[in-house]
């Protein structure tokens, strides 16, 4: 079976900025430009946005881990009374 291959047009590349820049990931990408993962990540390479290695994604996860359980209730809002 032929692959099939698609032109890149300036309002996808646009896009694809857009999503890199605001932390979306490839695969949120993907599905966003009904592309797949392995074209979405060439494209951002190409155009000078690549998306962040999973290593770094791996240590921001971990830092914000982190910060949580030094302060475990600090994502908890503030819970009304219930008065009537």
Known sequence: MKAKF??????EIDQLKRLVASGASALRA???LNRSVVQIKKKAREIGVPF???ADL???RRQ???N???RPHAHVPVRMSDET
């Open 52 to 54: 962040p290695s999973e």
């Open 30 to 32: 993907s599905v966003a």
């Open 6 to 11: 698609r032109l890149w047009c300036n309002e």
């Open 64 to 66: 914000i881990f982190q």
């Open 58 to 60: 791996r240590a921001k």
């Open 68 to 70: 949580s359980v030094n």
